[in-house]
């Protein structure tokens, strides 16, 4: 009966106790601000400037002249003549009025000729822009972060434990290998006015004119990418373009089937100079490497050397379960393939199982009923680790007691180890939330053979230059390869803090104290009726025992 007892008190009484409240901050939201360094803490060092090259004016020049101009001469005024003549007429020469100008003064104005101004202002050169990009990362955090704070008022001096906990609900990372870009443009603004005065025995007219305008014409005659070099590509006709590759031409070694002569091929297209398709017989360049003797136009493939520019842009994102973000990627640097089955036939080891044929610029084509290539491979390989912690500056507009550092009005630190604290007052405390990002930055080189087989391909085309009669392809009927690493060695291999990101300034929390004006009443009515059902409750007991 004891036991029972104490079951319904505790029941009844738990109610009366401190009550306690969840402080739930979603959608913390921090991203970098500028994008970061791949290699060390700080923003990624990057390198642009614009430099023009050319003349610059603005100014005027006069041409002509006139002759003649204004001349004045004076002469005795005739109405003073006759003034004088009336004054010496007796009777009436007290009324011949007011004396006369003694003299009179004329213009006349000769002035002929013609006279011109011509102005002009702008600039007319090229423009040399360029940007070099050391390497970049940029990341985007999500966090979600809760405490148990008191929902009723504590008593003044009481220690507060808020029990913070904190979550990565998403998160993203992405990096952008080391890039160079540049671009030379024509570039002219130039303008040209006239303006003019003619005048013949001194009547004149003027006028002034626009001769030429020229607004900022802007037109690229080469540019230069991490893929290749670009030629006239704002004179060309649309569709039209020139290009180099750069680092990205694979270069096949051949033999003549029937002289037995070895030579080069690059995989560039003879018609518009640009990296073409290994497997289109258009893409073929041809070098002699030894015997000058007339080739028959049949070949076999040895073995193929590709050598690439590796770029690298990399981006993952958080995975379920995970608080750490992880990218990695590779990308081929060189690598050499042996052409099994050609190298085979060379030696006469074999029958020709794949030939190439060119007859001229006018029909070619190649086909292979079996083709086995492998061969080492050199990768260039990025890694990058994100680790994080979510941070909290926590503002009080009062004083705190923190065991170890005594009283403060902020405390800096990790959220989930944020410390208990004594209140002297109803406090309120404002979170600006950021996080502790350590990336763990990778890169080297990955060492490995690649192997491949396919059957029954080939291709044919016939035509000249742009003309192409036909052209068309099949296979292969069977594919398969394989790729094997055997290792990776790190040239640079260093963990760091990622900076750059944003803050969040989070909803603040109120702690209420006892007796400090703002307590709220405490629900006695609801209280009272707990306490009643707790009595009738031992009331029933007490009666089960007597009737026992």
């Known amino acids: 009966m ?24 979603a959608g913390i939201v921090l991203e970098t601000e500028t994008r970061q360094s791949a290699w060390g803490p700080g923003d990624a060092a990057r390198l642009a400037d614009t430099v023009f090259i050319g003349p610059e004016w603005n100014g005027s020049e006069d041409f002509g002249g006139f002759v003649g101009g204004t001349t004045s001469f004076t002469y005795p005024n005739p109405a003073r003549v006759a003034w004088n003549a009336c004054r010496l007429i007796p009777f009436i020469g007290d009324r011949c009025g007011s004396a006369p100008a003694r003299n009179l003064t004329s213009t006349i104005d000769t002035t002929t000729g013609a ?190 050397l590709d050598a690439k520019v590796p770029l690298l842009e990399l981006n993952g994102s958080k995975e379920d379960g995970q608080d750490e973000i992880v990218i990695d990627g590779q990308s081929e640097f060189l690598a050499l393939r042996a052409d099994i089955d050609g190298l085979l036939a060379y030696v006469n080891a074999l029958p020709p199982l794949g030939i190439r044929a060119d007859f001229g610029s006018v029909v070619s084509g190649s086909i292979d009923l079996f083709d086995i290539e492998a061969g080492p491979r050199i990768d260039v390989f990025q890694t990058f680790r994100l680790t994080q912690d979510l941070m909290v500056d926590l503002a009080f507009d009062k004083q705190v007691d923190i065991s170890g550092l005594g009283l403060v009005d902020s405390w800096f630190g990790l959220w989930n180890e944020l410390p208990d604290f004594s209140l002297f007052g109803t406090t309120v405390a404002t979170p600006t939330f950021s996080t502790r990002a350590m990336l763990h930055s990778t890169t080297g080189f990955d060492f490995g053979a690649d192997f491949s087989l396919e059957l029954l391909k080939g291709n044919i085309s016939v035509g000249n230059g742009p003309v192409n009669f036909f052209e068309g392809n099949f296979g292969p009927a069977i594919e398969e390869s394989a790729d094997t690493s055997f290792g990776r060695l790190a040239l640079f291999d260093d963990t760091f803090e990622l900076g750059g990101f944003n803050m969040f300034e989070g909803a603040a929390m109120t702690f209420r104290v006892e007796g400090d004006g703002s307590m709220s009443p405490v629900p006695l009515p609801a209280a009272g009726w707990l306490l009643i059902g707790g009595l009738a409750g031992l009331g029933a007991l007490r009666r089960r025992q007597k009737r026992n």
């Open 2 to 25: 004891m036991k029972n007892f104490l079951v319904i008190g505790g029941i009844c009484l738990l109610p009366l106790g401190v009550h306690a409240a969840t402080y739930n901050q």
């Open 115 to 304: 006279e011109a101004t011509l102005s002009s202002s702008g600039r007319a050169g090229l423009e040399l822009e360029y940007a070099l990009d050391a390497g970049s990362v940029g990341s985007r955090l999500e966090y979600v972060a809760q405490a148990d704070i008191p929902g009723t008022p504590v008593r003044k001096g009481q220690i507060v434990s808020l029990h913070t906990t904190s979550e990565l609900v998403d998160g993203s990372l992405d990096s952008q290998s080391p890039t160079a870009e540049a671009s030379i443009d024509v570039v002219a603004d130039v303008t040209v006015d006239a303006s003019g005065r003619a005048c013949l025995a001194g009547n004149c007219t003027s006028d002034s004119a626009n001769l030429l305008t020229v607004d900022d014409f802007r037109r690229e005659l080469i540019s230069i990418d991490p893929t290749g070099i670009n030629y006239l590509d704002g004179f060309l006709p649309d569709g039209v373009e020139l290009s180099t590759p750069i680092g990205d031409v694979p270069t096949s070694l051949e033999a003549d089937l029937v002289t037995r002569k070895l030579e080069f091929n690059t995989n560039v297209n003879n018609d518009t100079g640009e990296l073409g398709d290994p497997a289109d017989p258009k893409t073929k360049k041809d070098t002699v490497v030894d015997s000058s003797e007339p080739g028959s136009g049949l070949f076999i493939e040895l073995a193929r």
